[in-house]
């Protein structure tokens, strides 16, 4: 059974950082592309970053880059997401993902992943 677990979250002030960490088990972790998502109150969840399956190959949305970093470690079957210099409007609860296709892309879509851990809220005070 797949598990991804999810970590790292908390509050933080406006500018400050925090480092997401994902723990998978159940499948081998290096043949799966990992995505971190996240879902304010009373918005839809969007894409955040998403890594490649050897993790030479990263794609963020354009409100987060130069900001956040999405990294994996195939020896732990773990995928991080430093975060840097939030914003209040980074305030979410954020989930990371599996996406099982082997595609020569990474995949910003939702329905592309497979897999989905519980989440970890992250709240930025202004």
Request: aromatic residues 12%; hydrophobic residues 30%.
């Amino acid at each position: 059974q797949v598990q991804l677990v999810e970590s790292g979250g908390g509050l933080v002030q406006a500018g400050g950082s925090l480092r997401l960490s994902c723990a998978a088990s159940g499948r081998t972790f290096s043949n799966d592309a990992m995505g971190w998502f996240r879902q304010a109150p009373g918005k839809q969840r969007e894409f955040v970053a998403a890594i490649g399956r050897s993790g030479r190959t990263t794609y963020y949305t354009d409100s987060v880059k130069g900001r956040f970093t999405i990294s994996r470690d195939n020896s732990k079957n773990t995928v991080y997401l430093q975060m840097n210099s939030l914003k209040p409007e980074d305030t979410a609860v954020y989930y990371c993902a599996a996406d099982r296709e082997r595609r020569p892309y990474i995949s910003r879509l939702i329905t592309s992943y497979d897999y989905w851990g519980q989440g970890t809220q992250v709240t930025v005070s202004s």
